[in-house]
């Protein structure tokens, strides 16, 4: 299924060359709203006019009007056909991922851990945050209604006193749901990211509306994309500055250095689209012909009611071998945490993004192609399905359109784990794709279909008079090479780049984790692998030789046990070695790395790594449920694992979402972000 274009023209400032167009997402992953909606965008014909370059080119004045007039004809005549084209207004929210802390810019004799990051110096906003390992900020959403920013200082004894809690502001939204918080690069001022949403009119649900889909509310509100800054050069007064708003859905967001980058989406409502199928010809026609490029874009809410444009038509882009007919914008918000009004610069493409990788110079965003449908009870994409990928450079908060590319396959179903299957090493661009056309939902399905092996791509960027191109430079498995990625039945579930070593961990019964040699970009080759009961959902290089696994347990059916953690030893990739694992719970139990990027802390002391998570376990018959915190220690010279006993909430209280749970390391202690509150644990 093909991406929607988005144009745009050369632009000053910010963004010296445009951005990009992208492709529809897979917004979020419930098999049942797949089932029933699909996602991203739709074509009249499978595969219809978009084979073609996934290259963008700015956009002149008029393009959009006539790129939306062109989509909103296009539906109006399959509605008259009797065809329903999917609109991907019908998916779902996805939450965005929390993440990172911010470097420690004060003195201290203390160390700290940050949270787990994809790219060191690329921070992901975190539900905690430290710059000093004394002063903490945290988001407290116990109370969904009055999200609050609490303040915490560490005593030189080690015990927590809460010095303020701000509320954060609601502007125009009448619901609030902070994704994170980030630093600055000095410290002295934070910004807390999050999605709102407010009521709207008309009927969002025009070509496709399955009555039985089952939707969240806040999926039938309008979207917006809220910021608010805080001052926090006295870390025991912060107080908020400044507060940005705009429409959108926030989909991703990382900080380098001073700026923080946002991609949000949005699906527009336009009056033409709203019409009920048995209006006249003319008056939709003319409902049409009002329809301009401008109402596709997002407006930002003025703090005294009203909005004004927060980008013009010719600050997109367009993508001229699109044609999908869904309508969705996506927009990349630069701000300047240094300054007083946050400085906003904004971009835009008609698409919906899929996945953000950035690095601290450079950003890829990717989008797939797909469609699908379900057979057996498996989802089946097209054989044809494709990811572009677009390329930007980024220094000091200018972003600078660089090339484009297309891959085979997709990234994967789960919008927390996509960014991962992408990395970059010496300019090369390795992208981890699922390409076999049927996937599985449970261990039977898994047995009955044929393999779905992953592919690796590994693109370089050539310049030419037409523009960049992001070239296949080699791909894994291949005629010289074709062992696959994955056995019958297996799907992807944890991808980890690092340096010139790939690491992949694809499952059914057993984890096969293997080890991809990059050192020779045009011949990548599988070094070694090692089948292990169970599977890791998320790889962690500790040192060069060591990796740590953290996923689940399983046993002999495929069927997922407790949480199970892993130290392999990859010093030699031809031989990889599990060298101890640890399992908690059993089969319903689950881990912060479950629900957030971010839900594993680390600190190196010497010679060992600590290890901090929080853990959701029942035991058999999914009884006694309870919240742990686990506690574990790596000898990277011994190559060990022991796990410390786990530690228990401080009250009894009945379990909490492990999306709002947290851990710091902070010298001595373990501090636990727990429904709202940190507590602190000595290690």
């Not at 010679?607 to 742990?628: E, H, K, Q, S």
Request: net charge negative.
């Amino acid at each position: 299924m093909p991406v929607l274009p988005c144009e745009r023209p050369a632009s000053r400032g910010l963004f010296a060359l445009p951005i990009t167009s992208i492709a529809m997402s897979i917004a979020a992953v419930s098999c049942s709203l797949l089932v029933a909606c699909g996602g991203g965008g739709a074509s009249p014909e499978p595969g219809h006019g978009d084979a073609g370059a996934p290259a963008l080119k700015p956009s002149q004045p008029g393009d959009l009007t006539t790129y939306v007039q062109r989509v909103l004809r296009e539906r109006a005549a399959q509605r008259q056909r009797g065809q329903a084209s999917l609109d991907d207004s019908t998916r779902t929210v996805a939450p965005l991922p929390a993440g990172g802390a911010a470097p420690p810019t004060m003195a201290t004799a203390v160390p700290f851990s940050t949270s787990l990051v994809q790219e060191a110096g690329v921070d992901e906003p975190d539900l905690v945050k430290t710059a000093d390992g004394v002063h903490l900020f945290s988001l407290d959403l116990h109370d969904s209604a009055k999200p609050l920013l609490r303040t915490t200082r560490r005593l030189a004894s080690g015990a927590l006193e809460e010095r303020s809690a701000l509320p954060l502001a609601l502007g125009s939204a009448s619901a609030l749901a902070p994704r994170g918080i980030v630093h600055s690069a000095d410290g002295r001022a934070l910004a807390v990211a999050s999605e709102a949403w407010a009521g709207f009119s008309g009927d969002p649900c025009v070509d496709v509306c399955p009555p039985t889909i089952l939707l969240p509310g806040p999926l039938w509100m309008r979207n917006l994309v809220a910021v608010e800054r805080f001052d926090v050069a006295d870390p025991a007064q912060p107080a908020s500055s400044a507060r940005i708003e705009f429409d959108g859905r926030l989909v991703d967001a990382r900080r380098v250095g001073d700026h923080l980058v946002l991609v949000s989406e949005q699906v527009p409502m336009l009056a033409a689209d709203q019409l009920p199928p048995t209006v006249p010809t003319a008056e939709r026609e003319a409902a049409i012909a009002a329809t301009r490029g401008t109402d596709l874009l997002p407006r930002q809410h003025l703090p005294g009611g009203g909005t004004r444009a927060l980008l013009s038509e010719t600050d997109c882009w367009v993508q001229p071998a699109n044609a999908s007919l869904a309508l969705s914008v996506t927009t990349i918000t630069v701000l300047d945490l240094r300054a007083a009004d946050l400085a906003p610069a904004s971009r835009c493409f008609v698409g919906g993004t899929e996945a953000l990788y950035m690095t601290p110079a450079t950003l890829v965003l990717a989008s797939t192609r797909w469609s699908y449908t379900i057979q057996g009870g498996a989802l089946r994409y097209p054989e044809t399905i494709r990811t572009d990928l677009h390329k930007f450079s980024f220094d000091a908060g200018r972003l600078v359109y660089r090339a484009s590319g297309d891959v085979p396959g997709h990234l994967g179903w789960d919008p927390q784990r996509k960014s991962w299957r992408l990395g970059e090493h010496e300019g090369l661009l390795r992208v981890l794709t699922f390409t076999g056309p049927v996937g599985w939902l449970t261990a039977n399905d898994a047995a009955s279909v044929p393999p779905s092996p992953a592919t690796l791509t590994v693109l370089r960027e050539v310049m030419s008079t037409s523009g960049g191109r992001l070239e296949a430079l080699a791909t894994l498995p291949n005629a010289q090479r074709p062992q696959p990625l994955g056995k019958p039945g297996e799907q992807v579930h944890g991808v980890r780049f690092a340096g010139q070593r790939g690491y992949v961990v694809t499952f059914r019964q057993f984890d096969p984790l293997y080890v991809l040699d990059l050192a020779d970009a045009a011949d990548p080759r599988i070094a070694g692998v090692l089948e292990v009961p169970g599977f890791s959902d998320h790889l962690v290089p500790l040192s060069d030789t060591l990796l740590l696994g953290v996923g689940k347990e399983a046993d002999a059916n495929g069927r997922a046990g407790g949480v199970k953690i892993s130290l392999f030893d990859v010093a030699d990739a031809a031989q990889p070695r599990e060298l101890a694992s640890q399992v908690f719970g059993t089969t319903g139990s689950a881990s912060g790395l479950d629900h957030s990027r971010q839900g594993l802390a680390l600190l190196e002391q010497g010679a060992v790594t600590r290890l901090a998570m929080p853990l959701f376990l029942v035991d058999a018959g999914f009884t006694n449920a309870r919240d742990r915190l686990a506690r574990l220690e790596v000898d990277r010279q011994a190559g060990t694992l022991v796990a410390k006993p786990l530690v228990a909430p401080s009250t009894a209280t009945p379990p909490g979402s492990l999306a709002q749970q947290r851990s710091v390391l902070v010298g001595e202690d373990v501090l636990w972000l727990r429904a709202g509150r940190l507590s602190g644990h000595a290690w």
